[in-house]
């Protein structure tokens, strides 16, 4: 038995412009439009779901504008050299993204905001990002990395790449798409999170069984006030929302 993460899902007030903006900033595709309640975006190309690669972005509706409390999961985006991460930076910055101070300091990576306030980096170029695609990682701060790459990497089947007391980080065993990090931090978690991650089960595999499986590992139920819907609500250790969701 296993999961895979398929997509971020991030939360908006205005789902069909907060997905404007990152399908331009992927340079990905809108592939579902604006449905009233949310807007899904994916590379380029024809659309299989899941895809075999990326991890796509769901962007959903609701009604509580995003407080001043920095997201403790964001993207980070990949660049090639120099030239593209300004490049890059000067056409989201075009695209609405404005500078995002969360105490970074003086650092070689750009820290942004999209149109809604949530934080994202432009990195500067890594090797360890070459193949990634745009989004070279989905970031989760943390007060204990080791923790979190144990209950993720049993969670999911993806490949523990590195584990530290500060960081820790793990990819598809396929070598394709993002990483998933974790980098400790100081502050702890106190809002639900405007970004989280959603898991599928494979084909063949029991979603109840999945579940079962996640608590035995650490998850919680959560009730944000879902209501009766065909997918899981689940907390982490460190209290960061995810949803596993039905094959059909």
Same mark, same amino acid.
């Given at each position: 038995?296993?999961?895979?993460?398929?997509?971020?899902?991030?939360?908006?007030?205005?789902?069909?412009?907060?997905?404007?903006?990152?399908? +331009?900033?992927?340079?990905?595709?809108?592939?579902?439009?604006?449905?009233?309640?949310?807007?899904?975006?994916?590379?380029?190309?024809?659309?299989?779901?899941?895809?075999?690669?990326?991890?796509?972005?769901?962007?959903?509706?609701?009604?509580?504008?995003?407080?001043?409390?920095?997201?403790?999961?964001?993207?980070?985006?990949?660049?090639?050299?120099?030239?593209?991460?300004?490049?890059?930076? =000067?056409?989201?910055?075009?695209?609405? =993204?404005?500078?995002?101070?969360?105490?970074?300091?003086?650092?070689?990576?750009?820290?942004?905001?999209?149109?809604?306030?949530?934080?994202?980096?432009?990195?500067?170029?890594?090797?360890?990002?070459?193949?990634?695609?745009?989004?070279?990682?989905?970031?989760?701060?943390?007060?204990?990395?080791? =923790?979190?790459?144990?209950?993720?990497?049993?969670?999911?089947?993806?490949?523990?790449?590195?584990?530290?007391?500060?960081? =820790?980080?793990?990819?598809?065993?396929?070598?394709?798409?993002?990483?998933?990090?974790?980098?400790?931090?100081?502050?702890?978690?106190?809002?639900?999170?405007?970004?989280?991650?959603?898991?599928?089960?494979?084909?063949?595999?029991?979603?109840?069984? +999945?579940?079962?499986?996640?608590?035995?590992?650490?998850?919680?139920?959560?009730?944000?006030?879902?209501?009766?819907?065909?997918?899981?609500?689940?907390?982490?250790?460190?209290?960061?929302?995810?949803?596993?969701?039905?094959?059909?």
């Amino acid at each position: 038995m296993a999961l895979r993460p398929v997509q971020v899902n991030i939360k908006a007030l205005d789902h069909a412009a907060v997905a404007r903006f990152w399908a +331009e900033a992927l340079d990905w595709s809108i592939v579902n439009g604006a449905s009233g309640v949310t807007t899904y975006i994916a590379p380029v190309g024809d659309f299989v779901w899941p895809d075999p690669a990326a991890v796509c972005i769901d962007v959903v509706a609701v009604q509580e504008p995003k407080t001043t409390t920095k997201n403790r999961v964001h993207l980070d985006l990949a660049t090639t050299s120099a030239a593209h991460r300004t490049e890059l930076v =000067a056409r989201l910055r075009a695209l609405g =993204a404005t500078p995002a101070d969360v105490g970074q300091g003086a650092v070689p990576w750009t820290v942004l905001a999209d149109p809604e306030g949530n934080e994202f980096c432009v990195l500067e170029p890594r090797e360890i990002y070459r193949d990634t695609g745009p989004i070279a990682a989905v970031v989760v701060d943390c007060t204990d990395p080791r =923790a979190m790459a144990r209950f993720w990497g049993g969670a999911i089947d993806w490949t523990l790449h590195e584990v530290t007391d500060d960081h =820790a980080a793990l990819r598809s065993a396929k070598g394709v798409g993002p990483y998933l990090e974790f980098l400790r931090t100081p502050d702890a978690k106190t809002a639900p999170d405007r970004l989280h991650l959603d898991l599928l089960p494979y084909p063949g595999d029991d979603e109840a069984a +999945e579940v079962t499986r996640l608590r035995t590992l650490g998850a919680t139920d959560l009730d944000l006030g879902q209501g009766a819907v065909p997918w899981t609500v689940l907390a982490d250790p460190e209290g960061h929302e995810f949803c596993v969701l039905a094959l059909s």
